[in-house]
């Protein structure tokens, strides 16, 4: 072994005569590379006056005094040219880039400036997804003499830009722009399910409360009925006389809208003495009253929608089929904000709930962005809209509170209708909303 591993540099032999050639070589190599800085690495020939101390790295396809030595270190010393071979991990600057690369066992690649690492960790590790990590008792972001402004940018407005908040990695609450550019804050608790506390409309600037009704104060529903279809004004006494058709409800393509049961108090359903139930009312009253507490609910009606054989003001849904309005709101006097709460049962084919850019449409609780379709699945369904526009751009009456579509023949169950001021949510075991008259 005539020579060291790494930078190749001589030794003195035994008995060597004329011992200082090779020590100055072993000293030109070492000048040569240690602390590498060389001019380019651009050139596939020596430049024509290069001064001694000069160094290159040898682009590809050499010619001249390079030729052969591509992905050499060629360093100008003595007149004449030396190359030196670059081994993994060798690093130098680059003065033409202003920027250094590292040799990775087959060429020179460019070490990453500061502001363009892949992966950040300080205290911590980095990895792909959380690409800056830091582990401290604190972050300080602070100015730099007047203003500081901390930017979360998303793609798309069905993307997300939050902040969230965990506790032992599992996420507890989220503030931010969750899958849409209205402002919203989510609580969780077990890092999987979210329910949003707080909303805030992107346009109008509306907040939402969506779990809240009016706090510490009385729902009124402004449909004169009180949604009980016994007739208006809302009968005060909790039992009822005849089903009565409300006025608010206007019946297009020759539908009807006749009583399909009726809900006795203390019906021996419930170990009572009076009437025993319908199958349907007996379903709804599961759906929204505890049952210890269903046998002495205010008396009401369940409405049945028949659709009838016209044609008129159709709508397409989603299966590429029309529907057409069987039952619409009258024009009745109504809040420029307003919340549409009813239970649909499809008997007989489904029914179609329109939707609109000034709506919010809730299907059992989960928002649709769509015109809808309720199914003839033999289960109730709760049904909510928002509707609003700015106070200045609103006639204060609506013809859409309400709005029914169905193919002729076709058969649905309607319950509880009410419409309160505001936009509320409101939840699906909500039930009869008193009218006016009943406070």
Do not use: C
């Not at 972001?141 to 902040?163: F, P, Q, V, Y």
């Not at 609450?173 to 409309?201: C, M, N, R, T, W």
């Not at 706090?215 to 009822?240: K, T, Y």
């Not at 419409?419 to 909303?433: E, K, N, R, S």
Request: glycine share 8%.
């Amino acid at each position: 072994m005539d020579k060291t591993a790494t930078l190749e540099l001589p030794f003195i032999l035994p008995s060597q005569a004329q011992k200082h050639v090779t020590h100055n070589e072993a000293l030109l190599a070492i000048d040569a590379l240690a602390q590498i800085a060389v001019k380019s690495g651009a050139l596939s020939e020596p430049p024509a006056d290069p001064v001694p101390g000069d160094r290159y790295l040898v682009a590809s396809d050499p010619g001249g005094a390079w030729a052969g030595k591509a992905g050499t270190i060629a360093s100008y010393m003595d007149g004449q040219w030396r190359f030196h071979t670059p081994k993994a991990g060798f690093v130098v600057w680059m003065e033409d880039d202003a920027a250094l690369k590292v040799h990775d066992g087959e060429g020179f690649t460019m070490v990453a400036a500061p502001e363009q690492l892949p992966l950040i960790g300080i205290n911590t590790s980095a990895d792909t997804t959380n690409r800056l990590a830091v582990a401290a008792p604190a972050t300080l972001l602070t100015h730099e003499g007047s203003d500081h402004r901390l930017s979360l940018n998303k793609a798309a407005s069905g993307d997300t830009a939050s902040i969230v908040f965990s506790t032992d990695f599992s996420a507890r609450a989220e503030i931010g722009l969750a899958g849409s550019d209205g402002l919203s804050i989510k609580i969780s608790p077990d890092g999987a399910s979210f329910v949003q506390v707080l909303g805030v409309d992107p346009v109008s600037g509306t907040v939402l409360f969506p779990q809240n009704l009016i706090p510490e104060a009385p729902l009124v529903n402004i449909m004169g009925d009180g949604g009980r279809f016994a007739g208006s004004p809302e009968p005060v006494g909790l039992a009822v006389g005849a089903f009565a058709a409300p006025s608010w409800a206007l019946m297009m393509n020759a539908a009807t809208l006749t009583s399909h049961a009726r809900f006795y108090r203390d019906s021996v359903t419930y170990g009572g003495a009076a009437t025993a139930l319908d199958t349907d009312v007996e379903e709804l009253m599961e759906l929204i009253v505890e049952a210890d507490f269903r046998r002495y609910y205010p008396e009401f009606y369940v409405a049945r929608l028949t659709a009838g054989i016209g044609t008129a003001s159709p709508l397409t849904f989603a299966d590429a089929v029309q529907r057409y309005t069987q039952l619409y709101t009258d024009s009745f006097p109504r809040p420029v904000k307003l919340t549409t709460s009813f239970y649909l049962k499809a008997v007989l084919g489904d029914v179609g709930m329109p939707w609109n850019s000034q709506r919010r449409l809730f299907i059992d609780g989960e928002e649709v962005f769509a015109n809808t379709l309720v199914p003839a699945d033999g289960q109730w369904h709760h049904v909510l809209a928002m509707d609003g526009e700015a106070f200045t751009r609103h006639y204060r009456y609506s013809n859409d509170a309400i709005r029914l579509y169905q193919r002729s023949g076709d058969i649905a169950l309607i319950a509880f209708p009410a419409a309160v001021p505001g936009q509320i949510m409101l939840p699906a075991d909500i039930g009869q909303v008193s009218g006016t008259g009943s406070w």
